[in-house]
Every structure is written in structure tokens, then in C-alpha cells.
């Protein structure tokens, strides 16, 4: 049976639509209630067939995905065939921006339901929480709204929101890479989301990091930015830059410099446009800042054989603005902030952090870390240093 629901911002009704709540499927788009306000990506003036679509894969990219590791046992644990029942019967309610949604009769307040205020998912044994979803996690909780292929959580340790992040590949190196990229953009002082090392009590690794938004700032991604103006004869990164000047963000330079130094340096894989972009504050719409650097856990041939690691060399795949992370360092500018000084601390940073994996054997250690020497140098020979 078809149900009408209203989509909100924070408490500003922005359309409605239909939900068949037999298979918890969108069935149908109503009335376009506030414009300026609709998620980026559903923004076609008029075209609303467009809207529809567009609607239609802006809801199914909110909740978790059919790639996620944990996949089958979600399904088993919530009894549903497919992951996307449980993002529509959540609202879609996550703690990245302040879209959700809900039946139009009932009557509900942002305040009453948002997590960033209320709490969710009372972790089992305080210190004890895993990144996979277990049976503290209920149908109304972000957990069902968060997106990326491995097991994430997030949970609430005194007052803060924290979300743990697990790995998907046999040396469980993700969260060691996120330990590490975090070390070295402390070294350099640049603006980053903080990641730390956690070990559940299995001795299986983890990271946890604190929550980029608030109640007042919410993430808009780069693809959605992109996306929403005509690119003409721009390049994407161009396109990109003056987007983000036209609304107020005149640093945006300086900031994808620090991060696709950072790209290249560790080989970050997964640089997409989905994990970058802008925060802006959700009550005026305007623009703050270019997100702190985030996401570095596909780097430093985390999936990577041994001897696949020699044949690669010292570049690796882009997906922000090409095929290259090598290639972008063509778009930075000489940055002020560099310290070649500091390139024994980054190696040391690596080292360590890699050491601290017992599933990583010293040889293999010895070659990512040549290899980041030797990255480091193509960068110096890149700004003339």
C-alpha cells in the first residue's frame, strides 16, 4: 500500500512523495514544497519526472549498500531481503547532513528524533562495541543510514558521536592507514577528521573517529556539487574550484593541495568524489569550509600483494579529479606549509604504524616504505625543491 511521506530539512517540509510499504520501495513523487531547500542532485526546476529519478537514487544512496562486507548477516538479523527496507523505515535519518523523512500523519519534530541530540544504540558493554552491526542496533538508528562497503558503526562515548570503521582485506590494514594518515597530516598541521587505533577483544583492529558535523553543519560531497551546475568547456577540478569561490570558499585551492599531496605520499585508492567536499551551515545555506580531510584507509597497498606492490611503482589510482594521483600533483601550487625537513617523521610515522600490524611481515614493510620515500622525492622534483 502506498503511504505519502514529506522529506524535510531539519523541520522545513521540502516534498513529498510516496513509499510503497509493502516492499518499502519509492512508488512516486508529490509536490516540490520548498526549492532552494531539495538535496543536491534533485534539482531540475520544473522537470518533474527528472525529480523523480533523481529522488528516487538520492534515497537509495543514504542507506547501506549491497557492497557492505556485512551484508547477509544485517539481512538476517533485521529479517528483510533487502537493505534499503531498512534505510526507508529509519527516515533516512544519518549523522551527515539533516534530510530525513517520515509519514505525513504523524507529527514529528527534528529536534525529538535527530542524532546528533538523542541517543541510539546502547552499546552491549561500554568499551566493547565492534564495527559491525550487532543486536544493540535497532531499526531506528544511523547505523542503517551510513553508506561505504566495510563495517561501520556509530556509537556515543561520553556526549560525542564516534564512528568505527573495520577492513575488508586478509591484513586488516585499513584502520593502521587511517592511524597513519592522521599521524602525518598532524606532523603538517593541516585540517583533518582524527583517526586512533582500537582493537575489539579479539585483537581485531579498528579506527574510530569523532563525527565531522553538527547539528548546525552538514556535508555536501563533491560529486553533488559537480553535478549540480553546467561544467561547459571546464575542466572537472576547474569546475570544482569555482564553484566553491563562487560560494564563499576562497581556500578551496590550498586545501586540494593538502589533499592530493596526501593521496599521492600514501597511494590513497579511493579518493572519490564522495569523500571530499564542502560543510555548509543547514539553517543559512551558506557555505563554511572545505571538510577536513577524510577516508585515507585504501592507501599504502593495503590490497596489494607483494609482489604486485614492485610492478605498480609509486603512483596510484585517482578517482577526485583523474585517473592519477600522480597526475594531480600537476595541479598543485609550491605549497607554503611543506617542510622537507619533516620527511625522516613521515617515513618513521609509516614504519610504525605499519610494524604495530601483525599481519604485515618487515619485508613488506620495507618496500611500502621505499616506496613513500621515493614518492616523497617525485613530489619535491614536482615543486622544484
Known amino acids: 500500500m502506498e503511504k505519502e511521506y514529506v522529506l524535510k530539512h531539519k523541520d522545513i517540509p521540502i516534498l513529498t512523495f510516496y513509499i510503497n510499504e509493502d516492499t518499502w520501495k519509492f512508488f512516486e513523487l508529490g509536490d516540490v514544497i520548498e526549492q532552494k531547500r531539495l538535496p543536491y542532485g534533485i534539482e531540475e526546476p520544473g522537470n518533474r519526472s527528472q525529480n523523480a529519478i533523481q529522488l528516487h537514487a538520492w534515497l537509495q544512496g543514504r542507506g547501506l549498500p549491497d557492497s557492505r562486507k556485512d551484508k547477509d ?3 538476517k538479523q533485521f529479517n528483510v531481503e533487502e537493505l534499503q527496507t531498512l534505510t526507508m523505515q529509519a527516515g533516512g535519518r544519518n549523522l551527515t547532513d539533516h534530510y530525513w523523512f517520515h509519514r505525513t500523519d504523524k507529527t514529528l519534530v527534528w529536534k525529538n528524533v535527530n542524532y546528533f541530540e538523542n541517543t541510539f544504540d546502547v552499546v552491549m558493554e561500554k568499551g566493547g562495541a565492534a564495527p559491525g552491526i550487532d543486536r544493540s542496533v535497532n531499526r531506528q538508528s544511523p547505523n542503517v543510514c551510513v553508506d561505504g562497503s566495510i563495517e561501520k558503526r556509530w556509537i556515543i562515548e561520553d556526549g560525542q558521536r564516534f564512528l568505527l570503521k573495520g577492513s575488508r582485506y586478509k591484513r586488516m590494514q585499513e584502520p593502521f592507514n587511517e592511524m597513519i594518515a592522521s599521524m602525518i597530516l598532524d606532523e603538517y598541521k593541516i ?4 583517526y586512533k587505533l582500537r582493537r575489539t577483544k ?3 583492529p579498528y579506527s574510530i573517529c569523532e563525527c565531522m558535523c553538527d547539528t548546525n553543519t552538514e556535508f555536501l560531497n563533491a560529486q553533488w556539487i559537480i553535478q549540480k551546475e553546467p561544467q561547459g568547456m571546464k575542466d572537472m577540478y576547474a569546475h570544482f574550484l569555482d564553484i566553491c569561490k563562487k560560494n564563499g570558499i576562497q581556500d578551496v585551492k590550498e586545501r586540494m593541495d593538502e589533499m592530493m599531496w596526501l593521496d599521492f605520499i600514501i597511494g590513497n585508492e579511493d579518493r572519490h568524489r564522495g569523500n571530499f567536499g564542502i560543510l555548509r551551515n543547514s539553517d543559512t545555506l551558506k557555505w563554511v569550509s572545505i571538510v577536513p580531510i577524510f577516508d585515507n584507509g585504501n ?3 593495503f590490497d596489494t600483494s607483494d609482489d604486485e606492490i614492485s610492478e605498480n611503482g609509486i603512483d596510484s589510482l585517482g578517482k577526485a579529479f583523474g585517473d592519477s594521483n600522480r597526475l594531480n600533483l600537476k595541479l598543485l601550487d609550491v605549497p607554503v606549509w611543506y617542510d622537507q625537513s619533516k620527511k625522516d617523521a ?3 610515522i609509516v614504519a610504525q604504524g605499519l610494524q604495530n600490524n601483525e599481519r604485515i611481515n618487515s619485508q613488506r614493510i620495507n618496500i611500502i616504505i621505499e616506496t613513500v620515500k621515493e614518492r616523497l622525492s ?4 614536482s615543486i622544484q625543491i
Not at 585540517?191 to 582524527?194: C, Q, R
Not at 617525485?378 to 622534483?381: D, I, L
Open 73 to 75: 548477516a544485517v539481512k
Open 191 to 194: 585540517k583533518h577528521v582524527g
Open 202 to 204: 579479539d585483537f581485531i
Open 299 to 301: 592507501s599504502l597497498f
Open 346 to 348: 613521515i617515513i618513521g
Open 378 to 381: 617525485v613530489f619535491e622534483k
